[in-house]
């Protein structure tokens, strides 16, 4: 059996050098040891003697490598994003701290030469597919091209162990090639058939795809205490290192500036990005440790819409700030907004922060409309009045992450494992079946019950038998490739099952249809694990 690991050090080895992205992940790594030590001791008690197996695990960061271009790593200290270094710093922590054995690249060299240990070439044109020497592998897009490109046929038969660490999400039906073709899904990403649940997200967008997720520092009681003495009722601080973020937000930044002292971290060179106003008391972009030590004074972390879904906002909470933000109204999506554009979900987003508004809310998030001043005025007024406690959700505690990656790592067995049957984890007997109204998702549906939508039950939805038991009044029924099914259409009184299982969907409605929705209970903080799932 693995051992946890609580020294990290050499994890910092298996790192490497070189590039600004990876001295960002190290310091993290470095500076968030103790907590990692803390909360693998307290998942060891937890967990008891429950089996665990050693993985031999490849950690492949394609987005990294000088062959996509590597734009994000010179623009480390720059201003540029960071909330993918974030996380894949504390993917590597997990994955560590869990006892696996890994190899870390971000070269696509070294990927090669790690994917083919000396095996002989094929023959002519019959190529030899080749033994994987890992268990399983992280990566991402670019990874997951750079390995078909590279592995030939050996990738059909591997795919199943590779996990796609994917920001936003890939919903099934732009996961599905020939249907995705067909019904117009176009986007940059999709199209790689793989089981939705192999795609890792950073926040728990839909439940088609895993919940990955990343950590936030946690403060402890001393932390706290001191907190609540050194709050600045008055200090605001603005959401976002890039000055294009500023652009055309004067009228609010007047109205914030009238109550609280604004402080912003835009990066610049030389002088005052000209787009931050001069009122405003502009640090530069902060090395992390300091940018944490800002929040705790601050009382305010305001948003202005941009960054969408970053891990700043859980650090400001978690730092004690309250957090507003702006309501998008109508939301965005890959349907009218650049930045969604090409990505492959379908996903309206209804705020700056959509985990923060659903997952938190008040007193720590308060979501406005901006277009209403009076509404953004009075907003601030409240805020300053309310006390706030810091908080953290379990799930983006270093416990929640570990606890939930294991029990990924101990049971996705779908993927490595054609003959696990549905409902062997999450276990069956778990399962809720809700009739969704028209028009309505099923991972809306199953949330209006208090429950959350489990695709890997959709098996035992997809019959005559539950239509009845349901007591739906089936005239006729039918079995077809489509996304919503199984469905109810009203009007014609038809069932519709879904004749490919690669199609189940949580995401996606119509108004022609009432779906029938598989739904489950979840743990208070880890909505990705049901309560017997541990
Ligand atoms: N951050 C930082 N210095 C700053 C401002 C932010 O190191 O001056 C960090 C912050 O701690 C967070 C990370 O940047 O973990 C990513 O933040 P954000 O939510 O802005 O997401 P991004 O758009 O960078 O992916």
């Known amino acids: 059996l693995p051992k946890v690991q609580s020294n990290l050090s050499h994890l910092l080895d298996l790192v490497g050098s070189g590039k600004e992205s990876l001295i960002f992940m190290k310091k993290r790594i470095k500076r968030l040891t103790a907590q990692w030590a803390l909360a693998a001791q307290r998942l060891e008690r937890k967990l008891g003697g429950t089996r665990r197996d050693t993985e031999k695990i490849l950690i492949h960061i394609g987005f990294l490598t000088e062959e996509t271009g590597d734009v994000f790593s010179p623009r480390v200290l720059k201003g540029g994003p960071l909330g993918e270094m974030v996380q894949w710093a504390d993917i590597l922590a997990v994955l560590y701290v869990l006892g696996h054995g890994l190899r870390i690249t971000v070269s696509l060299k070294e990927l090669q030469s790690l994917l083919q240990p000396g095996v002989p070439p094929g023959r002519g044109n019959c190529p030899l597919t080749v033994p994987l020497p ?3 592998i992280y990566t991402d897009y670019h990874g997951l091209q750079q390995m078909k490109q590279h ?30 073709t067909l019904h117009g899904y176009r986007t940059n990403w999709g199209y790689w058939n793989l089981n939705p649940k192999q795609f890792m997200t950073m926040f728990p967008h839909t439940p088609d795809n895993s919940f990955m997720g990343f950590v936030s520092e946690e403060l402890n009681e001393t932390e706290k205490q001191l907190i609540r003495g050194s709050k600045a009722s008055n200090m605001a601080v603005v959401y976002g290192k890039e000055p294009g973020i500023w652009k055309g937000k004067e009228k609010f930044l007047s109205i914030l500036n009238k109550y609280m002292e604004i402080h912003g971290t835009v990066y610049y060179e030389s002088q005052r990005p000209p787009e931050v106003p001069a009122f405003v008391k502009n640090h530069g972009l902060l090395p992390q440790p300091e940018f944490q030590q800002l929040l705790r004074k601050a009382k305010l972390f305001i948003g202005f819409g941009f960054p969408y879904e970053g891990p700043a906002p859980l650090e400001a909470i ?42 938190i809310g008040k007193p720590h998030v308060w979501t406005v409309d901006y277009n209403n001043s009076e509404e953004f005025e009075a907003a601030i007024k409240t805020i300053m009045r309310t006390q706030v406690d810091p908080y953290l959700p379990y799930e983006y505690t270093c416990e929640g992450m570990l606890e939930r990656i294991h029990a990924y790592i101990q049971h996705q067995e779908w ?10 984890w999450p276990p069956g007997y778990s399962l809720q079946a809700w009739l969704a109204e028209a028009g309505r998702a099923c991972t809306d549906a199953c949330l209006d019950h208090g429950l959350v939508c489990e695709p890997s039950f959709f098996p035992f939805l997809n019959s005559q038998d539950a239509f009845r038991k349901l ?55 880890q909505v990705a694990l049901c309560q017997a799932c541990l």
Do not use: W
């Open 471 to 525: 007591r739906v009044p089936c005239d006729s029924t039918e079995s077809e490739m489509n996304h919503l099914y199984p469905a109810f259409a009203q009007p014609g009184q038809e069932c519709y099952l879904q004749k490919d299982p690669l199609l189940f969907s949580c995401a996606g409605a119509s108004t022609k249809y009432r779906r029938l929705c598989p739904c489950r209970d979840f743990r208070k903080g």
């Open 134 to 136: 890992f268990d399983l």
């Open 151 to 180: 592995m030939g046929l050996s990738f059909r038969k591997y795919r199943c162990r590779i996990r796609v660490i994917d920001t936003f999400g890939t919903e099934p039906a732009y996961n599905h090639e020939e249907y995705a």
């Open 415 to 424: 993927a490595r494992n054609a003959s696990v049957a549905p409902g062997a």
């Open 318 to 359: 978690a730092n004690g700030c309250i957090f507003l933000q702006s309501r998008f109204s109508p939301p965005h999506s890959s349907l009218n907004h650049e930045f969604f554009r090409g990505k492959p979900t379908s996903r309206e987003v209804f705020s700056q922060h959509p985990y923060a508004e659903n997952f």
